[in-house]
């Protein structure tokens, strides 16, 4: 393809749109995300330093070719070069009047891994004379010539940097001086003679320099670190890479140059005010590489007024242009402001939320991009704790930033460090907080994990064991940092030739994938926030699912409220069975099996019922409540039978040995024994399949009757007082219609007595919990007693699947997901293709037979991102998750709505 074009002039960024027919996503996959933009600010007119860009799809071709550059690439690049000299007015090469320039990387999507930036190419011992005489400044020409070898010899030679370095810091000693800019030509020429000795290939000839500097881009697409990153954060392996060469300018050039980066927001608070550090005298990573001590940029618009004001102009333009904050590389020659780099900057979740509103104020997005710009997971960072900005900041200015992995389970946390899972435990039990921190985790380490605050690993990717488990118990997760180096006898890890041990602090954000050393504040957002607040309101405007919260206390549904709760989706009425004063109650009502006795034992626990039904109603008031009658197994309310074996043992052995008061054992044993028949008769082989919910109530109607009469009770006093109550009764685990139909007429009789007796008419529903497939298959038929169904997707996953949830959790089924046998976790995300099908299957026969059937979930899966979507899409009315996660599905069902809309 010898026509091909392979190379764009930053100017020519127009035709590199046109060739991919206007799509800017398409010119940042053509050109990479640093060329792309480097050519939109020269199309802006932004101040840019001349260059050009070699594609990815050149990278492509060179990469899955024979090595060699694909026909009439390097010919282009030629004449590219030859365009940048006409504009600079200098030659490559030219020791007269020498024109350097640098090779940069750059991708689609940003990534570790690919080639370091080579600075300054174009020097050879000819040309750096030329420079020296032409600048008068031969400091300047040795420094920059020094820096050349010595990053071409590392990068691009794959010579080891700390030859280099032992260069430097011994000449650093022979003249005495603690700083190389410091060093005198004479020690810099020295230098440069020694680095050409450990850079034994170093080419003299410039066009030489950087065909391999091209080539060496190109390779590091294919090289390991980059490759394993890609599988490990799903990033396709066919992007290539682009390569960037651009004019050099100098921020070395004196104390009127300077370079710098900075953020067109603060990255942190979100604020609408630019944030960022520079450095007088100085080249390109000097800032970021921490050597020396930066200045913020406020300082920037005392020492230099005009480049501040030319520099925050453009930060505004830009900012205008892309309509997002922008993270910028700047760099100023004598005076003169240089724009290296702009692209989207990285915030945190605060951050992200504040810049999408604001961003909405000034008229530069409307509320529905806000809305797409803030994911669901940043919503739940709000409800965590996080790290405090502050504290970070500070932390990173003193270079306590030692490692950027996945970010695969969000949330701040901040511990010591244990190496093992044991270790973890027992420092937890001690009263430490623990980060664990491992290669990997497998199985036997999940003890350890549940100890941790936090959870980091050198290996694994986003489907990791690591990850799987973190983000299932909600641990704040970093994984796969790969220059992190542990050494489990040693107890030891090291990173970047920093030593830390085990019981050092460790701070993690989970939600940005950092790690830091030491100990880093944690605050607890606010969900009041005025910018959180807008941006919710906002997605309640575009939602059209329901957002409903389980809560089975009125203070957690008051919770659930001011979160923009609208009603309760499930209330599980057993905790009122097992708190302390009414267990003994519960437990002869169990016990018993004369009907009477058992009736006196209800009418005991009805007002304890009543009360707290009433608490919800009033918490509630004007928005539906389903109460979900009692669901689990009897003997659940009874003592173990292996407990109760091994207490009438104790007991025996006891009167054996004649410790105690004999009769008063015996008639301890008596009773116990009593108790251990009855849950005898009780015990099941597999309770999560036996005498529970509706069928519980099918065998002892008084039980759901008597919760049925203190919910109407309940509601009948609270619509008196004058709050509007909508109850909705939920017959749970039901498989066939004559279960529903059976119960139902029960229950209403009961309804309809108190009403009666209260003199009241309260609005209410009775439904059911579609949660087994039959229920589902044979919605139709169950919709002609229910009035409203209620997915509750934990069990239905299980009974789909025939698996149990905690069984396999804790087993197998991380394994499966590793292994990829199951894409992800059914019990976290509904699983489309099976259970999925039948809540589709179920709403859709089941609104045959009662259009106005009312249609939600309740299973954990409500409070997913994902499972919403997918809800969404199956027409339901609502979903109902726990309090904490309404304001995210508020926002992932608005999100979902929106997606359907476009
Ligand atoms: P990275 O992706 O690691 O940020 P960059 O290509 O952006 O790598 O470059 C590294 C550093 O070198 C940055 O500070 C950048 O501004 C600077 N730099 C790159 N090209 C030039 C140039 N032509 N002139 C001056 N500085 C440059
Ligand atoms: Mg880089
Ligand atoms: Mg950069």
Redesign the pocket.
């Known amino acids: 393809m010898p026509d091909k074009k392979w190379v764009y002039a930053f100017d020519e960024v127009g035709e590199a749109e046109e060739a991919v027919n206007g799509s800017w996503d398409a010119v940042r996959g053509l050109l990479g995300g640093?060329g792309a933009n480097l050519g939109e600010m020269t199309r802006l007119g932004v101040p840019v330093?001349p260059?050009f860009t070699v594609t990815t799809e050149a990278c492509n071709a060179y990469v899955s070719g024979d090595g060699s550059f694909p026909e009439g690439m390097w010919d282009q690049v030629t004449a590219a070069l030859a365009k940048v000299e006409e504009k600079t007015g200098k030659k490559f090469g030219d020791a007269a009047n020498p024109l350097l320039?640098?090779c940069?990387s750059?991708a689609k999507f940003?990534m570790p891994g690919m080639m370091?930036?080579v600075?300054n190419i174009g020097l050879n011992d000819e040309v750096v004379e030329g420079l020296a005489a032409l600048t008068n400044d031969a400091r300047f020409a040795y420094d920059s010539y020094r820096r050349l070898i010595q990053m071409f010899g590392s990068v691009v030679l794959g010579a080891a940097d700390e030859g280099f370095e032992e260069v430097l810091t011994e000449a650093r000693e022979a003249a005495g001086v603690t700083d190389d800019a410091h060093l005198s030509v004479d020690a810099l020429k020295q230098i440069v003679v020694r680095f050409k000795e450990i850079a034994e290939d170093f080419p003299e000839t410039p066009i030489d320099q950087l065909r391999l500097a091209t080539e060496a881009v190109f390779k590091s697409w294919s090289g390991k670190r980059a490759v394993d990153y890609r599988n490990a954060a799903g990033i396709p392996h066919d992007l290539g890479t682009a390569v960037?060469v651009?004019?050099?300018?100098?921020?070395n050039m004196g104390e009127d140059s300077a370079?710098g980066?900075a953020m067109s927001r603060d990255g942190s608070t979100g604020e609408n005010s630019i944030e960022g550090d520079w450095l007088v005298n100085a080249?390109?990573?000097d800032?970021?590489a921490g050597i020396r001590a930066t200045k913020p940029i406020a300082q920037l618009a005392d020492e230099m007024p005009d480049v501040y004001q030319q520099f925050s102009d453009i930060c505004h333009r830009l900012e205008n242009h892309y309509r997002e904050m922008q993270d910028l590389?700047f760099?100023v020659e004598r005076g003169k402001l240089w724009l290296?780099?702009t692209r989207d900057g990285k915030r945190t979740a605060q951050a992200a939320v504040r810049i999408a509103v604001e961003l909405v104020e000034q008229g530069l997005i409307s509320k529905e991009e806000a809305v797409q710009r803030v994911t669901p997971e940043q919503i739940d960072f709000f409800l965590h704790p996080q790290l405090e900005a502050a504290s970070r900041a500070a932390a990173t200015a003193e270079g306590n930033l030692i490692a950027t992995g996945l970010n695969v389970s969000p949330g701040a946390a901040v511990g010591v460090i244990a190496f093992d899972a044991d270790k973890a435990v027992a420092m937890a039990d001690a009263g430490d907080k623990v980060i664990l921190v491992r290669p990997e985790t497998k199985p036997d380490d999940v003890h350890g994990m549940l100890a941790a605050e936090g959870i980091v690993t050198s290996r694994g990717g986003r489907t990791s064991h690591a990850a799987l488990v973190a983000r299932q118990f909600g641990k704040p997760a970093v994984v796969g940092i790969a220059a992190l180096d542990i050494d489990l006898s040693a107890r030891t890890m090291e990173i970047d030739g920093k030593v830390i041990a085990e019981g050092d602090w460790l701070s993690i954000d989970g939600t940005l994938g950092e790690v830091y050393h030491g100990k880093i504040d944690t605050v607890v957002p606010d969900i009041s926030d005025r910018w959180l607040s807008s941006l919710l309101d906002w997605a309640d405007e575009f939602r059209r699912l329901g957002i409903r919260a389980n809560a089975d206390y009125p203070i957690d549904a008051e919770r659930a409220r001011t979160y923009g709760a609208e009603g309760i989706g499930l209330c599980r009425t057993e905790h009122m069975f097992f708190e302390a004063e009414r267990l003994p109650i519960v437990q002869r009502m169990i016990m018993t099996e004369d009907a009477d006795e058992r009736r006196q034992a209800l009418d005991e626990l009805l007002p304890y019922q009543r009360q707290d039904f009433y608490g919800l109603f009033k918490a509630m008031d004007g928005l539906p409540v389903i109460i979900r009658l009692i669901d689990p197994p009897l003997h659940e309310f009874l003592p173990s039978f292996e407990d109760l074996t091994v207490e009438i043992a104790d007991l025996r052995v006891a009167i054996a040995t004649g410790e105690g008061d004999a009769a008063a054992q015996q008639a301890e044993i008596d009773e116990k024994e009593k108790v251990r028949d009855r849950v005898e008769v009780l015990r099941e082989t597999n309770p999560m399949l036996g005498l529970r919910g509706v069928r519980l109530g099918i065998i002892i109607p008084d039980l759901p009757r008597m919760q049925v009469r203190a919910i109407f009770e309940a509601a009948c006093a609270a619509q008196k007082e004058g709050t509007k109550v909508i109850p909705e009764v939920m017959i749970p685990l039901s498989s066939n219609v004559n279960e529903l139909r059976r119960l139902k007429a029960v229950l209403t009789e009961e309804a309809k007595a108190v009403m009666g007796e209260q003199g009241v008419e309260v609005e209410y529903m009775m439904g059911t919990m579609v949660e087994t497939p039959r229920a589902a298959l044979t919605a139709g038929q169950m919709a002609e007693e229910a009035e409203f169904f209620s997915f509750g997707t934990n069990d239905l996953t299980q009974t789909t699947y025939a698996i149990s949830r905690d069984d396999a959790e804790a087993g197998f089924l991380m394994e499966y997901i590793e292994q990829g046998i199951l894409p992800e976790n059914p019990f976290a995300s509904i699983d489309p293709d099976g259970v999925g099908r039948l809540i589709k299957l179920a709403v859709k026969e089941g609104r045959e037979t009662r259009p106005d059937l009312e249609v939600g979930i309740c299973g954990e899966h409500g409070g997913d991102p994902k499972s919403i979507a997918l809800c969404h899409g199956y027409g339901l009315d609502y979903v109902s998750c726990s309090p904490f996660r309404v304001p995210v599905a508020r926002l992932a069902a608005a999100q979902a709505a929106l997606k359907d809309k476009n």
Request: charged share 15%; no cysteine; aromatic share 4%.
């Open positions: 640093k330093p260059g320039v640098s940069r750059g940003s370091d930036t600075l960037n651009q004019t050099m300018v100098f921020g370079t980066v080249q390109g990573e800032v970021v590389e760099t290296l780099q």
